[in-house]
């Protein structure tokens, strides 16, 4: 398969799971196996995955579309031989 299908195919399992398309930081956490804290500082550092805000406010709560997420994981993940 290719990238492109992979990440349709985590994007509809990240949907089937949380049936919305945008999660929030504990959740996005939880889906990479990371902390809210690993979370906080790639926001900070403006690096990771792109996050929006709730309500477009700069202390609203971050917010991860799930195609995004399924992007990351896809595009970061290492093929063993």
Known sequence: MDKNQDIKIM????????????LNAEETASVIGRS?????????????????????KEK????YNITAIAKALVENEKKVS
């Not at 609203?60 to 917010?63: E, Y």
């Open 60 to 63: 609203g709560k971050p917010l």
């Open 36 to 56: 809210e804290d690993y979370l906080k500082k790639d926001r900070e550092e403006a690096i990771g995955i792109p996050y929006t805000r709730l309500n477009g």
């Open 11 to 22: 994007t509809s399992l990240l949907f089937d799971r949380f049936q919305k398309i945008t």
